[in-house]
């Protein structure tokens, strides 16, 4: 039994399309889009939110199975594609997948649907495991550069710090000697006194 919500079957024979919706609704689909051609197919693909999985006939022309193959990568829909003319297996290299050529076994397509499922569930929960490692890189870097920059004005302040401390024990060295001087009568000229 397939866990999904809603199919879409994009097959331009209407008596196979529903075929196959009957075996769907069977497997446990709840509900089945179905699209007869090449306008109706893109637009069912693009309800995204309540599509699950695709069947998609390659009897369109090349460019328009290519491209309905790539729309439904290009949104995580797991699709299985079908075929009558084996030869389109040739020209049909989109991913993983390969065309199931008719006539098939209709349990041959459910265990092609729950496979095509699962991978897809499968690399969603990777790019989100990706995501989520890729976030905590993220963080880690920029508590790193904080950490970094906290150093740099600590740094900075120690720098800062010592510099005040050299100064202020230089001008006490200087008064110092000065009262020494004093102390002693010598007067130093104006240019070498502290202000």
Not at 11 to 38: F, Q
Not at 75 to 83: M, N, R, Y
Request: charged share 30%; aromatic share 6%.
């Amino acid at each position: 039994m397939l866990d999904t919500a809603t199919a879409l079957i994009i097959e331009p024979n209407p008596a196979v399309a529903s075929a196959l919706c009957t075996a769907l609704k069977y497997a446990g689909i709840r509900e089945i889009i179905e699209a007869h051609d090449i306008a109706s197919g893109f637009a069912g693909l693009e309800r995204v939110p309540r599509v699950d999985c695709a069947v998609i006939d390659l009897s369109f022309p090349r460019e328009h199975a290519l491209g309905m193959a790539q729309r439904a990568a290009d949104l995580s829909i797991p699709a299985v594609f079908t075929t009558a003319d084996y030869r389109k297996v040739e020209w049909f290299a989109f991913g993983d997948s390969l065309p199931l050529c008719k006539p098939f076994l209709i349990r041959e397509l459910l265990e092609c649907l729950e496979l095509e499922i699962e991978r897809s569930r499968r690399l969603q929960l990777e790019a989100a495991a990706n995501r989520e490692h890729s976030e905590r890189v993220r963080l880690d870097a920029a508590a790193e550069r904080e950490r970094a920059i906290r150093l740099r004005l600590l740094s900075a302040a120690t720098r800062e710090r010592y510099q005040r401390i050299r100064e202020a024990r230089a001008e006490r060295q200087r008064h110092e000697h000065e009262e020494e001087l004093r102390r002693l009568g010598i007067t130093l000229p104006r240019s070498f006194r502290s202000s």
